[in-house]
C-alpha cells in the first residue's frame, strides 16, 4: 500500500472513531472498555500473523521494547487522556493532543538525529493555528483554572507517553520486526496494563449487549486499531515521525466534516478558517522539500 493511502486511511479512521468512542461511554468503565478494545484488536493481529506465518517468537529484550510500546502507546496514552477530559472540554484535549507532532519532532531529533526541514515547521504552526481557530468558540467558554491546568497537564503526559510509544515503535521496524506482529503483542501487554489498572481502581469488568456498544467496539478494534494503527505506524519508518504525525492535526477536522452530516453540526467562520489552515499545513508538510539555491548551483555544475 502507498503513503498516499496509508495516509488517508489513518485520517478518515481515526477522524471517525470519536462517534464509536460515544457509544462505549456509559455502563462500562472506560478502563474496561480499552482493555476489551485492545485485547480484540491483538487476537486478531496474532490471527492474522499466524494464517500469514509470521514470526512470533521473539527474546526477553525484545518483548522489553514490545511491553513499553505497548504500554505508552495503547495503555498509559489513553488512561491519562480519558482522565484529562473529566477536567477540560474535548476542544482543549484535542488541541494538547495536537502537540503530538511538535513532541515527535523533539524526540526523533533526540533518538534518531533527524533532521527536520522548515516546511514541517511552518507547516505545524499553520495547523496548529488552523485547530485552534476551528475550536476557538469553545475555548471561549474555559476558565483557566486550577483543575483546567490538571487536564492539560494530563493531556500533555498522555501525548508524550503516545509519543515514546512510536519512537519504540520505530526502533521495532529498524530491528526488522514487522508491524503486525509489534502490534500484537504491543496491544497484548496495554491490555494488560489497563486491566492492572482497572483492578487496582477496584473497576468492575461489566459488559454491554446492546448493538451500539458491540458494534462500536468491533469498529474501534478493527478499524481505529488494527487498520489505523498499522497504517500510522508503518508510516512512521516510510515518510518520518513529523510528517506521519500531523494526521493528529487533520483528523479533528475530518471528525467535523462527518459531524456536519451525522450530527446537523453548523458551521461558522472558525470552522472555514480553520479547515483551510489545516489543509494548507497539511500540504505544506507533506510536499517534497525544495532544492537550495547551494545545491542547484552544485548540481549543475558537476
Request: proline share 2%; charged share 10%; aromatic share 12%.
Amino acid at each position: 500500500m502507498n503513503n498516499t493511502m496509508l495516509y488517508l486511511l489513518t485520517v478518515v479512521i481515526w477522524g471517525s472513531t470519536w462517534i464509536a468512542i460515544n457509544y462505549q461511554l456509559g455502563d462500562v468503565a472506560v478502563e474496561a472498555s480499552v482493555a476489551y478494545r485492545f485485547a480484540l484488536a491483538s487476537l486478531t493481529l496474532f490471527a492474522f500473523a499466524m494464517i500469514k506465518k509470521m514470526p512470533l517468537r521473539y527474546t526477553l529484550k525484545q518483548h522489553g521494547l514490545f511491553a513499553l510500546f505497548g504500554t505508552c502507546l495503547f495503555g498509559l496514552n489513553y488512561l491519562l487522556l480519558y482522565n484529562a477530559q473529566q477536567h477540560i472540554n474535548s476542544a482543549l484535549t484535542c488541541i494538547g493532543f495536537s502537540t503530538l507532532m511538535l513532541i515527535n519532532i523533539v524526540n526523533t531529533r533526540i533518538f534518531y538525529k533527524t533532521k527536520i526541514t522548515e516546511q514541517v515547521y511552518y507547516g505545524g504552526a499553520c495547523g496548529l493555528a488552523g485547530i485552534v481557530i476551528l475550536f476557538w468558540p469553545q475555548l471561549n467558554d474555559v476558565q483557566l483554572g486550577a483543575a483546567t491546568l490538571l487536564g492539560l497537564a494530563l493531556c500533555i503526559a498522555g501525548t508524550c507517553s503516545a509519543s515514546v510509544g512510536t519512537m519504540v515503535s520505530i526502533r521495532n521496524q529498524k530491528n526488522n520486526i514487522a508491524v503486525v506482529p509489534a502490534n500484537a503483542w504491543g496491544m497484548f501487554y496495554g491490555t494488560v496494563f489497563m486491566v492492572i489498572v482497572a483492578l487496582i481502581q477496584g473497576k468492575s469488568f461489566t459488559f454491554s449487549f446492546t448493538t451500539e456498544y458491540i458494534a462500536s467496539l468491533v469498529y474501534l478494534s478493527i478499524f481505529g486499531s488494527v487498520i489505523a494503527f498499522g497504517c500510522y505506524l508503518s508510516l512512521m519508518t516510510r515518510i518520518g515521525a513529523h510528517k506521519t504525525s500531523y494526521a493528529n492535526i487533520i483528523f479533528p477536522g475530518v471528525a467535523v466534516v462527518i459531524s456536519t452530516f451525522v450530527e446537523g453540526f453548523v458551521w461558522s467562520e472558525f470552522t472555514v478558517a480553520g479547515l483551510i489552515l489545516m489543509v494548507v499545513g497539511n500540504l505544506i508538510v507533506l510536499a517534497k522539500p525544495r532544492k537550495s539555491r547551494k545545491s542547484k548551483t552544485i548540481a549543475a555544475t558537476a
